[in-house]
């Protein structure tokens, strides 16, 4: 795909994520029925859960395409990489933000232990780490490099991470008891959620798209100015 | 096999025969162990607290921030004089380097990380003798886990304008799960509790440091590549 389609594509995917975003929020504020024993604070769910797959789908994405950089040296799977890596970190803090505010009504506090919660915040900082090394390594080459082995290893240790926060809270249980939603949700917090699923990956997929059309520029840039210094 | 197995130990004799002569990094961090434990006997109220309470919390911390002085060194001695380029050059393979450092780096930390256990036996009258040898495999288990993603990322980290500053913001978060399962199992064995309560942090502890060696080993070669 030439780099005009990229930029089209993802242009016209932004904007129906953003349209179908709106609808999402006119969905949760105006339509969807409000939860009964939490009342209307219980809405951020349409936002913070689709939030957090994005970033996940996001961070899965930068692993998968630094591997392969490793693998092929293709420039273009670089900046890939760094396109889904800024997403996440982007999804992930939305995620962040809105999951405190949102427990402080429901579980009566700010921040829990929880499992999911802390392997968010571990792998917000795993990326943190991928773009400091990046920026900070002098060698652009090399920078590239030590981002992609940051990426594989942060990914990889997921499961590790997950199973030990698991079984840490196991051994201290929360006062608060979190609410198993799941099948159990009513027909139209379905639908709205559903719907804010696939508003959030459009959404990804178009920023991602005009991100990686952006560092194709900026390398093309880099290039054209290099041989006009030559 | 016998050559690779040669090549490693080659390499991590060099670091330790360097290291026993000049003393400098074991030196430090023993100091800097010494030193947390006085700190940390000011900074807690023991009329409140009892040492068994949180000595697995502060041993692992204290083992952890040691090992960050530690392996943040590794290549520090032959930065200084290109030398490791000459590594670089030689035919040894590139993960035959790497197990070489990490296993140099566990020796050191391994001793420090004991050293921590008796200071804190000497300072807080911590009782450990009851399941020293389990204590002493745990930790040399989260040890292990940590010098080879300390090794891998010191590799990264002096490669940055940043230096050492950044490796704690590249290690840490991977080192969450050794925390959890080693001062889990710590404070089991501090507790007197059974073996077999601990059983489940140990096999953790032992598929982590595995899995941390085996990707260090595939993926270091990426990251000393120029």
Do not use: C
């Not at chain 1, 949700?185 to 699923?197: A, Y």
């Not at chain 2, 002569?21 to 023991?46: Q, S």
């Not at chain 2, 040492?51 to 930065?79: C, K, N, Q, Y």
């Amino acid at each position: 795909m030439s780099s005009k389609k990229i930029l089209l594509a993802g242009t016209v995917l932004a904007m129906i994520g953003l349209v179908w975003l709106g609808a999402v929020y006119w969905m949760s504020f105006f339509w969807v029925s409000t939860e009964v024993t939490q009342g209307i604070a219980q809405r951020i769910m349409y936002v913070h859960v689709p939030a957090a797959w994005t970033s996940f789908l996001a961070f899965g994405l930068a692993a998968l395409f630094s591997a392969v950089y490793l693998w092929l040296r293709d420039e273009r799977l670089d900046r890939a990489a760094v396109s889904a890596a800024e997403g996440g970190m982007v999804f992930a803090t939305i995620m962040l933000i809105t999951g405190p505010l949102w427990g402080k009504i429901a579980w009566g506090t700010y921040w829990t232990w929880e499992p999911r919660l802390t392997l968010t915040l571990l792998l917000w900082f795993i990326f943190l780490g991928y773009f400091l090394v990046r920026s900070s390594t002098e060698n652009p080459e090399r920078g590239k490099r030590h981002a992609a082995v940051v990426a594989i290893i942060g990914a990889l240790d997921i499961p590790f991470i997950h199973l030990s926060v698991i079984w840490f809270r196991s051994l201290h249980p929360e006062p608060v008891v979190i609410k198993a939603e799941g099948p159990t949700l009513p027909g139209d917090m379905l639908t709205t959620l559903l719907m804010s699923f696939g508003a959030f990956t459009v959404l990804f997929l178009g920023l991602f798209l005009l991100r990686y059309s952006f560092e194709n520029l900026r390398s093309e840039l880099d290039t054209r100015s290099r041989h006009a210094s030559v | 096999m016998r050559n690779y197995l040669k090549q490693i130990g080659t390499i991590l004799w060099k670091d330790l025969l360097v290291e026993f002569r000049t003393r400098e990094r074991l030196i430090t961090m023993g100091a800097f162990v010494v030193l947390v434990a006085i700190l940390f006997n000011y900074a807690t109220d023991w009329v409140r607290v009892s040492p068994e309470d949180i000595a697995s919390g502060l041993v692992w911390m204290t083992i952890m921030f040691a090992g960050l002085l530690g392996v943040g060194r590794t290549f520090h001695l032959e930065a200084e004089d290109g030398a490791f380029q000459g590594i670089l050059l030689s035919p040894v393979p590139k993960d035959a380097i790497f197990l070489a450092k990490a296993l140099a780096n566990f020796v050191f930390l391994y001793i420090v990380a004991l050293l921590v256990v008796a200071v804190f036996m000497f300072f807080f009258g911590l009782e450990v003798s009851r399941n020293f040898g389990m204590l002493a495999i745990v930790i040399g288990l989260g040890v292990l886990a940590f010098v080879a993603l300390g090794t891998l990322f010191t590799a990264v980290s002096t490669g940055t304008r940043m230096g050492d500053t950044l490796l704690p913001v590249l290690i840490f978060p991977l080192l969450a799960p050794v925390v959890i399962y080693g001062t889990g199992a710590t404070s089991q064995f501090l507790a007197g509790r059974p073996l077999t309560e601990a059983e489940g942090s140990i096999k953790m502890l032992a598929a982590i440091a595995l899995m941390a060696f085996f990707l260090g080993s595939l993926l270091f070669r990426f990251v000393v590549e120029d």
